[in-house]
């Protein structure tokens, strides 16, 4: 009897923990390792130029970038893509990166004004569809910046 | 900003990119003085827009590395349009216009006939202004850029006495029997290679400025073709430099600044050259 009281304590106890140290996971906010929105247009060109034609170094990095807010329905399947479009100092290269909210918003048409100002912080990572790779963020928090 | 500076500084594209700046600001600003002499100040442009037509064909083409196609091309315009005029049916300046604005609009028709990626005004837009291009090297064209800037600065220091009697009178070096068609021959191909780097710096329509601007900067101040040569080399370099550096911390065009560094040098050189005849008078 004394054992299996013990045992049913050991199983609790780590649960308990398992479902204490997921909770400070999802709370936690991410270490971020490269913050492109402190940096100036043109950085921020070059390094969503690389992070796109060497995404290898920047994979699973938590990365922060500040644009415009869009997003765009599939017709045909109904996904929805969420994405900041990052302006460079030309105005004429800008750069889009796709994220994935941490959570899924209830309705995604009022999410966000479109072209709202965003700051978006999510880990990179690379996905296929349709045969071909694209990054996103995931995971990824997203505030809209004040009017300054 | 000094630590934003070295933040910038760990990035290694920003490090390629001084480093070619650099050395492509020293190889235009070299050969810029005898362009500008020999009353070809204008060529460059006229070249650069060749290079971006050829630049539109290899992308057409899908050439994987396009100075293939870009450099021989750039190289034969250059040769046509420096050799001897004498005999030529199209004269100079209407030569350099007609080569310029035609391979301009033949580029930019293909690359919007065999559109290549969905950000086409982007594309164009770094291939003229250069927006940003020079951020975006790979360790190979850092490799190219390196060596054929260093071929130039070679080839002109080797060449020098040479380059300065074409430049002043070809007629007289001819009769002294230096092969001025053969040192003709070659300025059109260093410029050629010049121009083809350059793109990568300040974009096909502003490298005209940076061939003219130390050149007509070092002239205002000095008058032997030694002393404007070290003293136009000296002022490109920094001028790339300070464009580089103001570029990327303040997040301007990188060409477009370069080009206003070398307006300002400019403007300050007309300074000195007015005070001077102040002082002599």
């Known amino acids: 009897m004394k054992k299996r009281l013990a045992l049913l304590l ?12 997921f909770a400070e996971t999802a709370s936690e ?16 060109y070059a390094e969503i130029y690389n992070l796109q034609y060497d995404p290898g170094a920047y994979l699973g990095k ?10 765009f329905r599939e017709p045909s399947n109904g ?19 796709e994220f994935v909210p941490f959570t899924e918003p209830e309705d995604p048409d ?9 700051t978006v912080t ?10 071909s790779s694209y990054l996103h963020l995931v995971d990824a928090s997203v505030e809209q910046n004040s009017e300054d | 900003m000094i630590d934003t500076l070295m933040t910038y500084l760990q990035f ?14 020293l190889c235009s600003s070299l050969l810029g003085v005898t362009l500008v002499l020999k009353r070809f100040s204008y060529i460059g442009d006229g070249l650069s827009h060749v290079a971006f037509g050829a630049m539109a064909v290899a992308g057409v083409l899908h050439l994987s590395n396009n100075m293939l196609l870009v450099l021989p091309v750039t190289m034969i315009c250059a040769i046509l349009l420096l050799r001897p005029g004498r005999n030529a049916r ?6 350099i216009a007609m080569i310029s604005v035609g391979a301009l609009a033949v580029g930019y028709l293909l690359l919007n006939i065999f559109k290549s990626s969905g950000n086409l005004a982007g594309d164009v837009c770094t291939t003229l202004f250069g927006s940003m291009s020079i951020l975006t090297l790979r360790p190979a064209e850092v490799w190219l850029c390196f060596g054929l800037s260093i071929a130039v600065i070679i080839l002109f220091l080797f060449f020098y006495n040479r380059i300065f009697a074409v430049t002043f009178d070809e007629d007289f070096a001819r009769a002294t029997g230096t092969k001025a068609d053969a040192y003709n021959l070659l300025i059109a191909t260093v410029i050629a290679v010049i121009i083809v780097l350059a793109m990568n710096l300040v974009g096909s329509l502003l490298i005209s400025a940076l061939i003219i601007f130390p050149a007509m900067s070092a002239m205002r101040v000095f008058k032997s073709f030694r002393s404007v040569t070290v003293c136009s080399a000296v002022l490109s370099v920094c001028c790339a430099l300070a464009g580089l550096l103001i570029s990327i911390l303040a997040g301007t065009p990188t060409g477009s600044t370069i080009v206003a560094a070398d307006i300002a040098a400019f403007l300050v050189c007309c300074g000195i050259a007015k005070l001077q005849r102040r002082t002599v008078s």
């Open chain 1, 10 to 21: 050991a199983l609790f106890l780590a649960l308990a923990s398992l479902s204490a140290s």
């Open chain 2, 12 to 25: 290694p594209y920003v490090r390629y990119a001084l480093i070619v700046g650099v050395l492509i600001a």
């Open chain 1, 79 to 97: 996904h929805i893509y969420y994405a900041c479009v990052i302006p460079d100092a030309t105005a004429c290269c800008m750069q889009g990166m």
């Open chain 1, 62 to 71: 938590v990365i922060r970038v500040r644009g415009y807010y869009s997003f």
């Open chain 1, 122 to 131: 999510g880990r990179l990572e690379i996905y296929v569809e349709d045969g």
């Open chain 1, 29 to 44: 906010p991410l270490q971020v390792d490269l913050d492109l929105s402190k940096m100036s247009g043109t950085i921020v």
């Open chain 2, 90 to 95: 199209i004269k100079g300046d209407a030569a």
């Open chain 1, 110 to 118: 009022h999410f966000m004004e479109d072209n709202a100002d965003i």
